[in-house]
């Protein structure tokens, strides 16, 4: 089913929960839940708040004002969005900058802006380019918004190639809180896009000190912060690539994380009986054929989390086990065969129900 139409149905039936659950003596928690669709990807969160429970207000006529955590929580989502990083809205930032393409003068970005292209610029050096947000190009030539028409057809070599001449992150100057993007280069975030969202739901939730926890998940990112009433870990379930209806067991973590996987299972199209996935090799412009089918990594940093993940995912296993642990994170790798592959410092967290994936 295409991630549209997805969201459409998920949003037939969005609403909230109001539910209360134990926590210290004293203290009242309620959890509030919400699913929901932004950034073009399913959101679901999952939100614990605490009061003194002598505070009379806690109760159903307060429903209201509880579930306003979980609609601030979505504008902070479809700000994000409208505001910085859709390649689709002209008047975002990332829209503003690809319409400056050749021109001499580059743009100012904002302080945020710069900081998030810095830490993106340096995940594609270290993956060698295998992170490359001036991918752009090379994936509107794949036309993944028509892989759900059945009168799809694949690009030509030819204009895959002519793509590629409009990509490369190095070709890029970032000067002085500037950028200067060539003349027909593009920018898309959607690597980086969902983790971004995690980091920025994790500066709200910290705004409101009457959330004592969280579980909030933008697409493949998840974001933890906090505590469960009951002292309970929070376990993130890890998909089984081979089998998506099925996990292959979770995760159980303490505190804030950012947990986010990449997988060719998350968008694709069939043709012929091959499968083209969404994530490019940004060598050679076609849907990265490392070997891996899903990758999840761990890390306290949202943008880090994703943007790793879709560098691994193009890297393959020992160099993606390698590049993550450059960046203090953790991964897990199910590739083709079902073997399943881990930082050494991944294993504490994840629990499997088999060692191998069928
Ligand atoms: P998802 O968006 O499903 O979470 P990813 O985080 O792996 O998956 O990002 C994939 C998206 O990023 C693609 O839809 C495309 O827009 C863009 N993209 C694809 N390949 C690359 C790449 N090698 N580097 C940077 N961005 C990429
Ligand atoms: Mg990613």
Redesign the pocket.
């Known amino acids: 089913m295409s991630v549209p139409a997805v969201c459409q149905r998920l949003f037939l039936c969005l609403g909230t929960a109001f539910l209360l659950a134990g926590c210290a003596p004293g203290e009242q928690a309620v959890q509030v839940q919400a699913v929901d669709t932004a950034m073009g990807t399913v959101i679901r969160q999952s939100i614990y708040i605490t009061s003194d429970s002598k505070d009379s207000k806690w109760g159903e006529e307060s429903e209201g004002e509880n579930t306003e955590i979980l609609t601030g929580a979505r504008e902070v989502i479809t700000s994000l969005e409208e505001e910085s990083l859709s390649w689709r809205i002209p008047s975002s930032e990332i829209g503003s900058v690809n319409e400056t393409a050749g021109n001499s003068q580059g743009m100012e970005l904002s302080q945020k802006m710069w900081e998030y292209l810095q830490r993106i610029w340096e995940v594609s050096e270290e993956s060698g380019g295998?992170?490359?947000?001036t991918?752009a190009p090379a994936?509107r030539a794949w036309n993944?918004d028509a892989w759900t028409q059945n009168t799809y057809t694949l690009p030509e070599k030819e204009e895959i190639a002519k793509a590629l001449e409009y990509t490369g992150y190095e070709k890029v100057n970032l000067e002085s809180g500037r950028i200067f993007l060539p003349e027909g280069m593009q920018l898309?975030l959607?690597?980086?896009?969902?983790g971004i969202a995690c980091d920025e739901i994790l500066h709200y939730l910290q705004s409101r000190p009457e959330v004592s926890g969280a579980v909030i998940s933008v697409?493949?990112?998840i974001l933890t912060y906090g505590e469960k009433p009951e002292g309970e870990v929070w376990r993130v379930g890890i998909v089984n690539p081979l089998n998506t209806a099925e996990q292959i067991g979770y995760l159980s973590l303490e505190g804030q994380w950012c947990v986010?996987t990449?997988g060719d299972y998350?968008?694709y199209v069939e043709v012929e009986g091959v499968r083209y996935h969404?994530?490019?090799?940004?060598e050679t412009g076609y849907p990265?054929d490392s070997g891996v089918r899903s990758v999840t990594v761990l890390c306290k940093n949202g943008m880090l989390s994703?943007a790793l993940?879709?560098?691994c995912?193009?890297l393959g296993t020992e160099e993606g086990i390698k590049l993550a642990e450059q960046f203090d994170a953790q991964v897990l790798i199910v590739d083709g065969q079902g073997n399943i592959h881990m930082s050494t410092g991944m294993e504490p967290y994840v629990t499997l129900k088999e060692q191998r994936v069928s």
Not at 190 to 194: H, L, M, R, Y
Request: net charge negative.
């Open positions: 295998a992170l490359d947000v991918i994936v993944m898309d959607g690597a980086v896009g969902k697409g493949g990112s986010s990449s998350e968008r969404h994530i490019i090799d940004p990265a994703d993940s879709t560098a995912f193009v």
